[in-house]
């Protein structure tokens, strides 16, 4: 399995100059008044897994389900009947839940019939 990675920029001084680095002074610099170029910062976070977006829940499964019947059979398992599912506002059905795989980062909606009044 590959691993994903994302990456994100840490916030620096303001780069006014559009130098691609931020600019700070130096101390023993500062009684020059000299400016020194600081280059950015990369946090590089690698994920392992799948992640998913369930009913606006953002979750991590490191060992994926093969397909969306396998995420429902792990989010409802007592549960078969009366059960509506959108991936990525499309909806999916029932039929298709054992040959729907699922991606990276797949929003899903599910929503399940109760009784009332």
Partial sequence: MSANLQ???LPLE???DHTGV?????????YTGTT??????????ILKGMELTINHQL??????????????????PEKSKGIAVAINNQVIPKTAWAT?????????LIIAATQGG
């Fill in 22 to 30: 931020g600019k700070s002074r130096c101390l023993h610099c500062a």
């Fill in 100 to 108: 729907t795989k699922l991606q990276h980062q797949d929003s899903i």
């Fill in 7 to 9: 990456a994100e920029i």
């Fill in 14 to 16: 303001p780069d006014p």
């Fill in 36 to 45: 020194v170029a600081i280059p950015k910062v990369f946090y590089l976070k």
């Fill in 59 to 76: 979750r991590l499964f490191e060992q994926p389900p093969s397909s969306l019947e396998g995420l429902m059979l792990l989010e409802f």
